[in-house]
């Protein structure tokens, strides 16, 4: 039975990668994609997100519902810096579809409750909708299945400061909130885990390159100004936390190692807004959650290499500055 899912996503780059894995894995029945201020600017995450909808060929299948427009109590911080515009330029004709009129948190909220025990949610971008649903409803946590976060480091470095990550950076108090609420939650972090297994390097790129279908390219080309950014910063190729996040859901797998910690985030200080103090149950902190420590990285990288073979065809065409999309 595939499992109800919702993905809270500030779409670019690998969490439209993430979103493939949600439209496609015959795993997951993915009932909406909520949007959440992070990577990029608003307006372009929603284009994004329903360009990925037509690389899938599911352009009209997904509801997709505008979340928080800006962080619970800061000013938005975005990562265009690291994305671009998070697709490499793509477009399409946008013409026919629309986000659909009820918030991303009510939608959260209605599903969640619609599923009492078994909705999974997986937060790809800072936790500000998943905190305004803990507020909206009551309810809300006892009726989520699951939820899986993308964000903080494991003890490790941050990326957007060098104590933070930036999906916790963005919104910190909503992040504190979130694992201070009693979800049971499973944390994908940034360092060490993604920076050590879940890089795609010069050889793990060229092999998708030649898959050659539309997914590859679609995927190529949304990883392309990261991929940049990401050499630039003495990282040798694409990261994949988001995609992870959603492979590690629906393929539990993939898992080789988790640990109990106690997760809470830092809203005070100066130097480490956002830090994700991550307490491994000799500070006398009980545990809030399971961390990944540990994955079957050959096992990821073939599950979406597998994923971006799929014959798939776009409901329309798509294009970049210099010309059409092709496989
Ligand atoms: O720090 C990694 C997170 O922020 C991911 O969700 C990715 O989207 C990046 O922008
Ligand atoms: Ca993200």
Not at 26 to 37: E, K, N, Q, S, Y
């Amino acid at each position: 039975m595939p499992l109800p899912l919702v993905i809270d996503t500030d779409t670019a780059q690998d969490d439209c990668v993430a979103l493939l894995a949600g439209l496609l894995d015959p795993r997951a029945d993915l009932r909406a994609i909520t949007m959440v201020a992070g990577n990029v600017g608003f307006e372009r995450q929603v284009r994004n997100a329903f360009l990925t909808l037509n690389a899938a060929g599911r352009l009209g299948e997904v509801p997709v519902h505008l979340g928080c427009r800006h962080p619970l109590m800061r000013p938005w911080v975005g990562a265009e810096n690291v994305h671009g515009d998070g697709v490499g330029g793509l477009a399409m004709d946008d013409s026919g579809h629309a986000p659909e009129a009820e918030h991303g948190v009510d939608a959260l909220v209605r599903l969640a409750a619609e599923h009492p025990g078994e909705l999974a949610v997986v937060a790809i971008g800072p936790l500000t909708n998943i905190a305004a649903a803990v507020l909206r409803d009551p309810d809300f946590v006892r009726n989520v299945g699951r939820l899986y976060v993308m964000g903080g480091s494991n003890n490790g470095r941050g990326n957007i400061t060098a104590a933070a990550e930036f999906n916790f950076y963005v919104d910190p108090e909503a992040a504190k909130a979130v694992f201070a609420a009693g979800f049971e939650v499973t944390v994908v972090p940034w360092d060490p885990l993604t920076l050590r297994q879940a890089v795609f390097g010069r050889d793990e790129l060229d092999a998708i390159a030649a898959l050659d279908t539309p997914l590859s390219a679609f995927f190529t080309r949304v990883c392309a100004a990261t991929l940049e950014f990401d050499r630039s910063v003495g990282i040798d190729g694409t990261t994949h936390p988001d995609s992870l996040a959603v492979a590690l859901l629906l393929h539990p797998e993939l898992v080789r190692r988790t640990g109990a910690y106690h997760v809470d985030v830092e809203t005070a200080g100066e130097l480490t807004r956002g830090y994700a103090a991550m307490s491994w149950g000799v500070h006398g902190l009980d545990a809030n959650a399971d961390v990944v420590e540990e994955i079957d990285a050959r096992g990821f990288f073939d599950y979406l290499a597998h994923l971006l073979a799929t014959p798939t065809a776009p409901n329309r065409p798509m294009w970049t500055p210099d010309g059409p999309l092709t496989t």
